[in-house]
Structures are given as structure tokens and as C-alpha cells.
């Protein structure tokens, strides 16, 4: 190999080092920015969470109020005991009352029919 090849091999080398210098320092940069963002979206992602806790057990608070002892309506307790005192509260004989004893499908239906 001639001397100028050698110096020519030389600075080719070198330009090809600090070419994968130049982009390992980019890579980096690139890798920063990611772990950023991803350290951005797990705080909203937490965030999120907490809120969707939140409003759930909102939820889950005013749905056990609305619901009385035995898991019911106010309006199902109200149905069921007009049900207890004897009158039918199914659409299909609403008021009407019923025979000692008797019982009706339609309004056992409506009383605890979903659950
Ligand atoms: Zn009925």
C-alpha cells in the first residue's frame, strides 16, 4: 500500500467515525425524547386512571342511594309494598286488586324480575 493510501484510508476512517459519532449523539437525542414523552404519558395515563376511579365511585355512591335495603329502587319498594297491600302494580291489571293468596307473574316480574 502507497503512503497516500494509507493517508486516505486514514481519513476515511475518521470521517466514518465521527459520521457514527455524530449519529449515536443523534440516537441519543431521539431516545431522550422518548423516554420523556413516555414518562409524560404514564402521568396522564395515572391521571386518567384516578379520574375514571373517581367518577366510577361517584357513580357506584349515588346508584347505592337511590337503592334501599334489599337492593331496590325507592320506586321498587313503593311498587312492592302497594304489591303487599294486595293490588296488582303490573301494567297489565295495574290497580286491581288481588285475592288473598293470590300472586301475579307479571307483577312478580316487574318487582324482581332483572335480578
Ligand atoms: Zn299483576
Do not use: P
Amino acid at each position: 500500500m502507497a503512503k497516500t493510501d494509507v493517508f486516505g484510508e486514514f481519513m476515511n476512517v475518521s470521517k466514518q467515525a465521527a459520521d457514527h459519532a455524530a449519529k449515536l449523539a443523534q440516537l441519543k437525542d431521539d431516545v431522550t425524547a422518548i423516554m420523556e414523552q413516555n414518562a409524560e404519558l404514564r402521568m396522564e395515563n395515572q391521571h386518567l386512571r384516578e379520574r375514571v376511579e373517581e367518577l366510577t365511585n361517584r357513580d357506584n355512591a349515588k346508584a347505592a342511594e337511590l337503592r334501599g335495603a334489599g337492593g331496590m329502587t325507592k320506586s321498587k319498594q313503593n311498587l312492592e309494598k302497594i304489591y303487599g297491600e294486595g293490588y296488582h302494580v303490573c301494567s297489565k291489571f295495574y290497580g286491581q286488586h288481588l285475592e288473598a293468596g293470590e300472586s301475579c307473574a307479571f307483577c312478580l316480574d316487574i318487582l324482581y324480575g332483572d335480578r
